[in-house]
T-cell receptor
Framework: GAVVSQHPSRVICKSGTSVKIECRSLDFQATTMFWYRQFPKKSLMLMATSNEGSKATYEQGVEKDKFLINHASLTLSTLTVTSAHPEDSSFYIC???????????????FGQGTRLTVV | SQKIEQNSEALNIQEGKTATLTCNYTNYSPAYLQWYRQDPGRGPVFLLLIRENEKEKRKERLKVTFDTTLKQSLFHITASQPADSATYLCALGEGGKLIFGQGTELSVKP
């Protein structure tokens, strides 16, 4: 199956600093990756679609200057939370789809998630 | 706006019984409906996908039904085991761009 790896799994940072989260597709090339955010006992909320070689597409209400997304290669997308505040503390999860394979191009493969705590 | 609701936040059942989880949606005509399992502190793991022209789909002890008239999907786990304890999420959409329900936390007691 397709494997998506996310790093780090946990991070604690101070208010005002920036944090970068990496999402890698290990055994396939992902032209598109997705970033979600999840609060405790809540559903995953799509934040943005990361497109290789072009600008990310953000969902309504998500600040693009706050959550910087870069998809510089076919296997790596990064999410940088800038000037972090305690309210940015959450569980961030990336996912990718396998392009061009009929049996696999509709399910999503998720990373293991990153628990961000801003103190 | 599109909305997905899973009928209960938590479901407790005895080992060996069948767990039935419900997912209802509104303002949407999905071509696919998916079910995922999520363990605490982990990302979701894909379980089953059912298409709009399929009524039922099975995989081992899992069964999913899809009623596009009722706008509802039922997810069944037969002969449940404590290892099935997790949060189960239904999702609409295709590939990675998904709209998720809030999840049902299933607890299977021995």
């Amino acid at each position: 199956g397709a494997v998506v790896s996310q790093h780090p799994s946990r991070v604690i940072c101070k208010s005002g600093t920036s944090v970068k989260i990496e999402c890698r597709s290990l055994d396939f090339q992902a032209t598109t990756m997705f970033w979600y955010r999840q609060f405790p006992k809540k559903s995953l909320m799509l934040m943005a679609t990361s497109n290789e070689g072009s600008k990310a597409t953000y969902e309504q209400g998500v600040e693009k200057d706050k959550f910087l997304i870069n998809h510089a290669s076919l296997t790596l997308s990064t999410l940088t939370v800038t000037s972090a505040h305690p309210e940015d503390s959450s569980f961030y999860i990336c996912s990718a789809r396998v392009p061009g394979r009929t049996t696999m191009n509709t399910e999503a493969f998720f990373g293991q998630g990153t628990r961000l705590t801003v103190v | 706006s599109q909305k997905i609701e899973q009928n209960s936040e938590a479901l407790n059942i005895q080992e060996g019984k069948t767990a039935t989880l419900t997912c209802n949606y509104t303002n949407y005509s999905p071509a696919y409906l998916q079910w995922y399992r999520q363990d605490p502190g982990r990302g979701p793991v894909f379980l089953l996908l059912i298409r709009e022209n399929e009524k039922e789909k099975r995989k081992e002890r899992l069964k999913v039904t899809f009623d596009t008239t009722l706008k509802q999907s039922l997810f069944h786990i037969t002969a449940s085991q404590p290892a099935d304890s997790a949060t189960y999420l239904c999702a609409l959409g295709e590939g990675g761009k998904l709209i998720f329900g809030q999840g049902t936390e299933l607890s299977v007691k021995p």
